[in-house]
């Protein structure tokens, strides 16, 4: 009531009042009636002196209804009050002097009285003045003012003195000032700080009031106030509402605008519970805020004074997702001075904060580029306001300073607060020293030094390279002796042989070379041995013989266990001797380019074993040249990228408590063992996988059933994978006594090249159900003799096309050992339904499950049991429960 009276108490025309009203209620949140309160603080409590009331007036506090009045106390002052019935204390500011106006003391903004105003829930408060009484002995302060939080006691309050009193005055800046002060203990009345205006209007937070006194004649003058008065008005509030917001989702960090009333300056906003910090109030109807870190979708709530509103939709926090392909880029390699070639990864984005997205490779070996020419330690992608960035293709390298390691680190992709890395590693080897074969002596030994540049022989710090910048023709080099030197140890960075577009080219360890570790030193060591760098390189066309004369020891060893020897597709190595092969195949590189290099056994022995656990080939080929049976154990994975070629008179076994991976094919004109060591090996774990990208082959000699005694077989325990969609094709009789584990491909038959499942085989099925045996699978059951009831289960894991629908024998007598093959057929079987009791049957696919004895038609023995077939959508049917849907089976016409 009070403020719409000040607000028209100079409104004379009934017209203007309306007008001027209505104005009001517009811009002001404010529903209740506002009543004027005045406060008064008498200090009738305080006492003096030792063992006085201390720095806290005790005195009650004033009451009003909309406001809290807390008590009067002192900062940086002594610890008690020197008069009683006022709040009085010494050793303030001095700078004055009796009886002249002149001053040159300042305020202490640490030494002040202070007292704090808060709004009870529900009201706001609209301040109007604050009126007290000076007193003061003396030598007491001269100069007073009065501040406040709504600023942060930056300002004095406007002063005046009301009603006039002829020791006060105002100067300037609005400090009270007593004019003359020879008398002591006189209390001057009429000091008024007038409040109003913003900070002072719709105050909804608490607000404090600091008096500070100043310019006392003396430290032992006191600065007295005493019925301290503060008026205004409390009005009570109404709730605020939310009737919309906009956008209705978005990331954190995001701005919503929400539009409701009654909203006021200090209003609250939380996001399904989770308060935001940055809110900007426009007016009563509309504000924004910026949704907090930790939100989750759920209504928005604001909050004033007057209560709470809820809305009624949902906000949608959407988690700001950055997604990157690949997540790791290896295999970075340079030469220390020169940057590395480029590798890509994508990366896309979904609810960011429409800003930039950041790319920093958190290494300075690395740097980065978005069109594949400019590179730099960091990257930006400008969002322009979108929330969502398509897949945009970032180039990795390693830079030219980097130095000679194995530098590794992530390249972030942040926006916002949200960052996904992709790991990168490479390294950086040495700068190659080349040494090229001229072939000017006109022999093949490598001793002759006029077959080289310059006509000197290889230094240990050299780089061969058999190429044809020099010999366009096939030509040989041999570590043999030359015309006036000996064979003797050799060392050499690196031997890389690159026909290129020219003739062959073919490097031999002759027999004749006897060097060994054991006898002189190995004939050839190559010296680069870091990951990431090359010993040996062998490209298309190009050949490396091994067929060393020496009894014992290594013969050729690139140093190291890295991966440093690369035979590119089409290039060769073969092992002809009988040394040791482990310090060869263990730097063996599986890179891309790779995956076709051969590798070629023919070892002059009985049985050699060869280092084959934890090793990665390209081709595989194994040669005889004895009476040979190679074999290789352990129990990490076989790794084979290209074909795996057993020729004749050639055994290969397997001992591996581990896998196979082949991604070739099986080309087996020998034996194929893959089983147990001994009946002490673990029996877990031994599994032959078939993952090629292309369509493989399973060639050759049968894997037949290891307990008929044959010579080549999968072992009892070892298991068969079928990972390779582009499928896989049987071109000989395979039998599997254990897991046939159908991931992803067909495994396609014929009637000459079965599968035959013992009936210890298990199957598992891959999850897309679109991995099958294409064609007959055989199963051979012996006898079986169980209760009534009980039935034994054997799966034929049969499909064609893209449909998988295994069939499930379930047996429960059978007296004879009966071999039943099964096959899926797709289309209409042109059944004659007449004289049956069936009205129709699939058009779609069937089955045929025929029982063998001895390769000939032979119905089982006291058979009993039943047949299960699968149906999926495409079978046409419509409930497989249902009693109408029977299994009918065919006689053969005889």
Not at 461 to 485: E, F, I, M, P, Q
């Amino acid at each position: 009531m009070i403020i719409i009276l000040t607000l028209i108490n100079t409104i004379t025309n009934i017209r203007c009042l309306l007008r001027t009203l209505s104005f009001f209620l517009l811009l002001l949140p404010l529903a209740g009636r506002g009543q004027s309160f005045a406060g008064t603080y008498p200090f009738d409590g305080v006492t003096s002196g030792t063992g006085g009331t201390g720095t806290t007036d005790p005195t009650p506090v004033p009451t009003a209804t909309g406001v809290t009045f807390g008590s009067f106390s002192a900062v940086g002052t002594p610890s008690n009050p020197v008069s009683i019935n006022r709040f009085s204390f010494t050793n303030w500011p001095t700078g004055a002097t009796n009886g002249s106006d002149t001053f040159s003391g300042t305020i202490n903004l640490g030494e002040y009285y202070t007292v704090t105003l808060t709004p009870q829930a529900g009201f706001v408060l609209s301040l109007s003045s604050i009126s007290f009484t000076l007193q003061r002995t003396t030598t007491g302060i001269r100069q007073y003012a009065v501040r406040s939080s709504a600023d942060n006691y930056a300002a004095n309050l406007p002063a005046s003195i009301s009603p006039t009193n002829a020791n006060l005055s105002v100067v300037a800046g609005n400090t009270f000032q007593v004019i003359d002060a020879s008398t002591s203990s006189i209390a001057y009345t009429g000091s008024t700080a007038t409040l109003g205006g913003a900070g002072y209007t719709n105050v909804s937070d608490p607000i404090t009031f600091r008096f500070y006194g100043f310019n006392a004649e003396a430290s032992g003058g006191n600065f007295s106030i005493d019925d301290v008065k503060i008026t205004g008005t409390a009005t009570a509030l109404n709730a605020p509402t939310i009737s919309s917001f906009s956008p209705a989702s978005g990331p954190v960090g995001s701005s919503v605008s929400i539009t409701g009333t009654y909203f006021t300056a200090s209003t609250t906003v939380a996001f399904n519970g989770v308060a935001a910090s940055t809110i900007a109030v426009t007016n009563g109807t509309t504000l924004t805020a910026t949704v907090p870190s930790g939100a989750t979708t759920g209504p928005l709530t604001v909050g004033t004074s007057g209560g709470t509103a809820t809305s009624a939709a949902a906000y949608t926090v959407t988690v700001p997702t950055i997604t990157v392909s690949p997540t790791s880029l290896t295999g970075f390699g340079a030469a220390v001075g020169a940057p590395s070639a480029a590798q890509t990864y994508q990366v896309s984005g979904s609810a960011l904060n429409g800003t930039s997205l950041s790319i920093t490779p958190s290494s300075t070996s690395f740097e980065v580029s978005l069109d594949g020419s400019t590179y730099a330690s960091s990257a930006s992608i400008a969002l322009g306001g979108s929330p969502t960035l398509a897949a945009t293709t970032v180039y990795v390298r390693l830079a030219s300073a980097t130095a000679t390691g194995s530098p590794s680190g992530t390249i972030a992709n942040a926006n916002g607060t949200v960052t996904t890395t992709v790991a990168v590693s490479g390294a950086v080897v040495a700068p190659v020293v080349a040494k090229r074969w001229t072939g000017a002596a006109g022999t093949t030994s490598w001793f002759d030094a006029a077959n080289w540049e310059g006509s000197t022989l290889p230094a240990t710090t050299d780089d061969v390279v058999l190429d044809h910048r020099y010999v366009a023709a096939k030509y040989t080099v041999s570590l043999s002796g030359g015309s006036s030197v000996a064979p003797s140890a050799t060392t050499v960075n690196s031997l890389r042989i690159r026909p290129l577009a020219g003739d062959s080219i073919l490097f031999v360890l002759p027999t004749t070379n006897t060097l060994s570790t054991n006898n002189g030193g190995a004939a050839l060591t190559l010296a680069r041995a870091a990951a990431g760098d090359t010993a040996l390189f062998i490209a298309t066309k190009g050949a490396f013989i091994n067929q060393s004369g020496a009894t014992s020891g290594d013969v050729f060893d690139p140093s190291g266990s890295n991966p440093t020897v690369f035979l590119l597709n089409g290039g060769s190595f073969y092992h002809r001797t009988l040394r040791g092969n482990t310090v060869l195949v263990e730097n063996l590189a599986g890179a891309p380019g790779t995956e076709t290099g051969n590798f070629f056994f023919r070892i002059p022995s009985s049985s050699t074993t060869i280092s084959g656990s934890g090793r990665t080939y390209g081709n595989l080929i194994l040669q005889r040249g004895g009476a040979s049976t190679y074999v290789t154990s352990g129990t990490a994975t076989l790794a084979i990228n290209g074909n795996l070629t057993i020729e004749s008179g050639v055994t290969f076994s397997v001992t591996i408590n581990g896998n196979i991976a082949l991604k070739g094919n099986l080309a087996n004109a020998g034996n194929f063992r893959f089983e147990r060591a001994s009946s002490s090996t673990s029996t877990a774990g031994r599994r032959l996988v078939l993952q090629g990208s292309a369509p493989q082959v399973l060639s050759g000699t049968a894997l037949g059933d290891p307990a008929a005694g044959g010579a080549s077989y999968l072992g009892t325990d070892a298991q068969l994978e079928i990972a390779n969609a582009a499928g896989v094709t049987l071109q000989t009789p395979v039998t599997l006594s254990s897991v046939l584990t159908l991931t992803s491909g067909a495994l396609t038959t014929t009637a000459s090249t079965v599968l035959t499942l013992a009936p210890t085989a298990t199957v598992a099925a891959g999850s897309a159900g679109s991995s099958f045996v294409n064609g007959p699978v055989a199963r051979p059951i012996p006898s079986v003799a169980n209760a009534a009831g009980v039935y034994t289960a054997y799966t034929f894991p049969v499909g064609k096309g893209t449909s998988y629908r295994p069939i499930i024998l379930n047996i429960n007598t059978q007296n004879s050992n009966t071999t039943y093959r099964a096959e899926q057929f797709e289309g209409d079987p042109g059944q004659n339904v007449a004289g049956s009791d069936l009205t129709r049957v699939s058009k779609v696919r069937s089955y045929t499950i025929t029982p063998l004895s001895g390769g000939v038609v032979t119905q089982p023995t006291n058979f009993n049991g039943t047949i299960t077939l699968a149906a999926g959508t495409t079978d046409g049917v419509t409930d497989p429960t249902a009693p109408t849907l029977v299994v009918a089976k065919r006689a053969d016409a005889s």
